[in-house]
């Protein structure tokens, strides 16, 4: 009898121990599918954005055409992107021609100068500023899962019903280089 419930017991608890620790991780993938949503939420933010801006722009800079079809065009891939990993690299595409595109304006003062222009460029640069914090939480939340089913015993638990993540990482080796600055 004395045999029979410690069997019973030790069978309980590793049940609760398994039912834990595979919500644990549940709730870790959970929590990656809901920071890859955050900087879905921040792109979308910033593809709305683009049309107005470049409407600015285009008054301005009517010769620059090639930069504002490659903003249009990058946000046009943006928009259309299904997976993740297009959603990341769309991203970084338009990273760079928003760049080329602010390169554009110190061209042209009265551009500079113009209060939307200036109202865009200052929502843009928040939304950066929040894509970027989205990133960075969007691994944070990878790191903490792919630990949770690399190490022991979460390796057990997650089996190969769990998939390891990937990560955001930049696409664009131009990007990894410091600005040159010069006066």
Not at 147 to 167: D, H, L
């Amino acid at each position: 009898m004395v045999v029979a419930l410690i069997i019973i017991a030790i069978v309980v608890v590793l049940a609760i121990w398994y039912i834990t620790l595979r919500n644990g991780i549940i709730e870790k993938n959970n929590r990656c599918d809901n920071a890859l949503q955050t900087i879905d939420t921040q792109l979308q933010r910033r593809f709305d954005l683009i049309p107005n801006l470049v409407e600015t722009v285009k008054g301005y800079a009517k010769h620059e055409s090639e930069t504002l079809a490659a903003v249009t065009a990058a946000r046009n891939a943006g928009a259309s992107a299904t997976t993740t990993g297009e959603r990341l690299a769309a991203d970084s595409k338009l990273t760079g021609a928003l760049r080329q595109l602010f390169a554009v304006a110190e061209s042209y003062p009265d551009l500079k100068a113009n209060a939307n222009f200036q109202q865009l460029q200052s929502e843009l640069t928040d939304t950066e500023n929040r894509v970027s914090y989205a990133r960075q939480s969007y691994n944070d939340c990878v790191l903490t899962y792919n630990n949770a089913i690399e190490t022991f015993p979460g390796n057990i638990v997650a089996g190969s019903k769990f998939q390891k993540r990937q990560g955001f990482t930049v696409e664009d080796e131009a990007a990894r280089q410091a600005p040159k600055v010069s006066f």
